[in-house]
């Protein structure tokens, strides 16, 4: 079956794809390692205070563990927040004509074809290097960089969503 159908993304959409790439990316042995680098850290310091507490500053030290712990815990909450913040990925989202301008897909077995303003990519399964799915995306990688967003809001109902992503799974994966 071929599917044509039109599309214009969003920022939230383009922040979406990010967080989702940032889930699941990082949730492998790399964002594991991020988490016990700062688990470490967070575990030393309370050691270290319970170590040093037994001399004459004992007061002293016990009231900076408890005030670097929160302040570790923010620290930690806003660098993760920046990663994926909205504000970050405007500029990158604005420098893609592909996300700023509507977008035509035509889409059957045997290719994925893009059409914009300024833009013509036609795509076969030797292109794509990675297909991801969100609750209501379907995520076409062609690159480490480059990734091709269809949302489910671009069809004309949830029905037609599905066959599309089980065309995509049969065909492209």
Wanted: charged fraction near 25%; hydrophobic fraction near 45%; charge should be positive.
């Amino acid at each position: 079956m071929d599917y044509k159908f039109n599309g214009d993304f969003t920022l939230d959409d383009y922040v979406q794809m990010n967080k989702h790439i940032m889930k699941t990316k990082y949730s492998k042995i790399g964002w594991k390692i991020f988490h016990a680098f700062f688990g470490i850290i967070f575990v030393g310091m309370i050691v270290f205070n319970i170590i040093v507490s037994n001399n004459i500053y004992e007061l002293l030290n016990f009231f900076v563990g408890i005030i670097w712990i929160p302040v570790f815990v923010i620290v930690y909450i806003f660098f993760m927040s920046f990663m994926v913040s909205k504000w970050r990925l405007r500029k990158y989202y604005d420098s893609n004509k592909i996300y700023n301008e509507p977008t035509t897909f035509e889409i059957n077995e045997n290719n994925i074809l893009l059409r914009s303003e300024s833009t013509n990519i036609n795509m076969t399964k030797e292109k794509i290097t990675k297909i991801e799915f969100d609750k209501d995306s379907i995520y076409i990688f062609t690159s480490l960089l480059t990734v091709l967003i269809i949302k489910q809001r671009f069809l004309k109902d949830e029905n037609e969503y599905k066959e599309l992503k089980e065309l995509i799974i049969k065909c492209y994966k």
